[in-house]
C-alpha cells in the first residue's frame, strides 16, 4: 500500500514555481501514475471503432447514429478542453485528478450499464468529460515538476499515453468482442481507473491549493460554440454524422463565435486579465506556435490514415476487422515505445535534429502507402505504417517539449490546453478533407464505369495523396522548430523578452538556427 505523500514543495500549481526537488522517487512515481491514468482514459477514446457494428444491432441503431458515439466524445473534448486553462489555475493538481478520474469513471459506469442508445452516448459524453482534463494536467504538471534538462526524456514517456493508447484501442476492443459482451469494453476499464483514483489520491496529498481564477461566461459560451460547432461541421461534413443543425451552418456559427472570442481575450488582456479564459498571448511565442501548428498538421495527417487504412484493409484487401487491429497495432507500439529514447535525445541535442528527418520520414511513408496502397503486400504496408509511426515519434516528443518550454511558467495551462483543442480540430478536419476526397473520387470513377471495389480503392488512394501533402507542410514547419530560450532567474522563457539571444537546447549543444 503507498503511504507515502508529496510534502508541499515537491508538488505546485500550474502558476508557482517549479520545485526544486523534481528529481525526487515520489515526484517521478507522481509523473508514472498521471501518465497511466492519461493511458487508460485515452484508450477509451478509439475503443469504440470495431465495436460499432455489435453497438448498432444492441441497440438498433443505423451507422449515421452510431458514429456519434465516436463523433460525441471528439465534440466533448473539443468543447471541455479551452477551459482548462481557466480549471487548472483555480484548482490544485490533487483536485485536478481527482476531478477528471472521478468524472471519467462515472460516465465508464454510466455506459457499462446503459440500457439504451441515448443513455450509452450520455455516458461517453461524460467519459470525454474527464478525458479532456487529464491530458492538459498531465502536460501542466510535467512543466511544472520537472527541470527543463530533464523534460524531454519526460516528455517522451508522455508519448506511451498520446499514442500507444489511440493504436492499442481496435485490437483491444476486437480481442474483448471476440469472447464478451460489448459491455466488458467498459466493465475491464472501471477497475483499473479506480486504481489509478485511489493511486493518485495518495501520492498528490499535500499539493498546494489553487490560485483564485474568475470565470468569464461569455468566454466559455464563445469556445463552446465556436470550437464545438467547428468540430461537429467538420465531423458532419466527413462523415455524414446527422444532427439538427446541417454542417455549413454549424461552420458559420463556429467561424463568428471564434472571431469574438478572440476579441474577447484580446481585450480582457487589456483590461482585466484574471478573467482571460484562454491566453492567446501564448500564440505570439513563435517558439510555441510553429510546433504547435506542426503537431495539428502531423496529427491531421495520423488520424486521415488511420481511418483510411482500416477500410483498404478491411473492404478492398478482405482482411477481418480484428486483424486489420493487430496489422495496425505495430506502428502505434514502435511510436510509443520509441518516446522515452527520444526524449533523451532531445534532451542532448535539441528539437531540430529530431524534427527534421521526422519530417522526411513521414512525406517518405505517407507517399509509399499513397503510391503502393494497393499493390505492395501486406507486411509492406505494415512496414509503412511502422515507418510512419517512427517518423511521427520523432515529431511529436521534440515538438511538444519545445513548445511549451518556449511558454513562461504563467501560460503552461493555456499552451497545453490550446494544444488538446488543436488536435481535436485537427482531427475532425482530417477526418472530414479525406473522407470528402475519397468519396468524391470514388464516385467519379464509378460514374465513368470502373467496378465498385476499384472504385473505392482509387478513392483511398485519393485521400493518401492528400494526406501526404499535409505531411509536406508538417516537413517545412519542422525546419523552422527551435528550442526554447535558457530560462532566467524567475523562471522566465520569453522570446519576446530575450529574442536577442543566441537559441539552444536546454542540456545540449548550441546550433544555428533560421530566422522564422
Known amino acids: 500500500m503507498i503511504r507515502e505523500e508529496i510534502p508541499v514543495s515537491s508538488v505546485s500549481t ?42 448498432m444491432a444492441a441497440f438498433g441503431v443505423d451507422a449515421g447514429a452510431g458514429q456519434w458515439l465516436t463523433t460525441g466524445f471528439m465534440l466533448t473534448m473539443a468543447v471541455v478542453i479551452p477551459m482548462t486553462g481557466w480549471l487548472l ?3 490544485s493538481i490533487r483536485a485536478a485528478f481527482l476531478l477528471a478520474m472521478s468524472v471519467f469513471i462515472v460516465g465508464t459506469a454510466t455506459a457499462a450499464l446503459a440500457p439504451t442508445f441515448s443513455i450509452l452516448l450520455l455516458g461517453r459524453v461524460i467519459q470525454a468529460s474527464g478525458t479532456a482534463v487529464m491530458m492538459p494536467l498531465l502536460m501542466t504538471t510535467i512543466m511544472t515538476m520537472v527541470p527543463p534538462q530533464r523534460r524531454g526524456r519526460v516528455m517522451g514517456n508522455l508519448t506511451l499515453a498520446i499514442s500507444v493508447a489511440p493504436a492499442m484501442g481496435p485490437p483491444v ?26 493511486g493518485g489520491a495518495r501520492l498528490l496529498r499535500g499539493s498546494d491549493p489553487g490560485c483564485e481564477a474568475r470565470l468569464d461566461v461569455l468566454s466559455a459560451l464563445l469556445t463552446a460554440l465556436g470550437f464545438g460547432g467547428l468540430v461537429y461541421g467538420l465531423s458532419a461534413l466527413g462523415e455524414g454524422a446527422p444532427g439538427p443543425v446541417g454542417p455549413g451552418t454549424s461552420l458559420a456559427v463556429a467561424g463568428v463565435a471564434l472571431a469574438l472570442f478572440v476579441w474577447r481575450q484580446l481585450s480582457l488582456a487589456r483590461r482585466d486579465e484574471t478573467l482571460v479564459f484562454l491566453d492567446l498571448r501564448a500564440l505570439q511565442v513563435t517558439r510555441y506556435a510553429v510546433p504547435l501548428a506542426l503537431m495539428c498538421l502531423a496529427f491531421m495527417a495520423l488520424i486521415g490514415a488511420m481511418l483510411l487504412l482500416p477500410i483498404l ?8 476487422t480484428l486483424a486489420s487491429g493487430l496489422m495496425l497495432m505495430p506502428g502505434g507500439l514502435a511510436m510509443g515505445l520509441l518516446g522515452p529514447t527520444v526524449g533523451r535525445l532531445y534532451d542532448r541535442f535539441g528539437p531540430r535534429p529530431l524534427v527534421v528527418p521526422g519530417g522526411v520520414g513521414l512525406v517518405t511513408g505517407m507517399a509509399g502507402m499513397a503510391l503502393l496502397a494497393t499493390e505492395v503486400p501486406w507486411w509492406g504496408l505494415v512496414g509503412l ?15 511538444f517539449t519545445a513548445g511549451l518550454g518556449a511558454l513562461p511558467h504563467r501560460l503552461y495551462s493555456h499552451g497545453s490546453a490550446m494544444l488538446g483543442t488543436g488536435q481535436q480540430v485537427a ?19 464509378g ?16 485521400g493518401l495523396v492528400v494526406a ?23 523562471g522566465s522563457a520569453d522570446p519576446e523578452v530575450r529574442d536577442g539571444e543566441p537559441a539552444r537546447a536546454t542540456g545540449g549543444t548550441a546550433y544555428p538556427e533560421p530566422a522564422v
Do not use: C
Not at 523534481?22 to 469504440?48: G, S
Open 14 to 55: 500550474p502558476s508557482a514555481t517549479p520545485a526544486p526537488a523534481a528529481d525526487d522517487a515520489r515526484v517521478r512515481l507522481v509523473l508514472r501514475v498521471l501518465t497511466a491514468a492519461a493511458f487508460v482514459v485515452i484508450l477509451n477514446e478509439t475503443l469504440m471503432l470495431n465495436a460499432l457494428p455489435p453497438l
Open 89 to 91: 489555475k483555480r484548482l
Open 173 to 198: 476492443s476486437g480481442l474483448i468482442l471476440q469472447v464478451a459482451s460489448w459491455r466488458w469494453l467498459f466493465l475491464l476499464v472501471l477497475p483499473i481507473a479506480a486504481a489509478m483514483l485511489i
Open 313 to 320: 484493409l478491411q473492404q478492398v484487401r478482405g482482411f477481418s
Open 385 to 399: 505504417h511502422v515507418l510512419v509511426s517512427i517518423s511521427l515519434a520523432f515529431l511529436f516528443t521534440p515538438s
Open 427 to 445: 482531427a475532425a478536419a482530417g477526418t472530414a478533407l479525406v473522407v470528402t476526397v475519397m468519396e468524391t473520387r470514388a464516385h467519379q470513377l
Open 447 to 462: 460514374l465513368g464505369g470502373t467496378p465498385e471495389l476499384e472504385a473505392l480503392s482509387g478513392g483511398i488512394v485519393s
Open 468 to 490: 501526404t501533402g499535409i505531411t509536406v507542410g508538417a516537413l517545412v514547419l519542422a525546419l523552422f522548430v527551435r528550442a526554447p530560450l535558457p530560462e532566467s532567474g524567475d
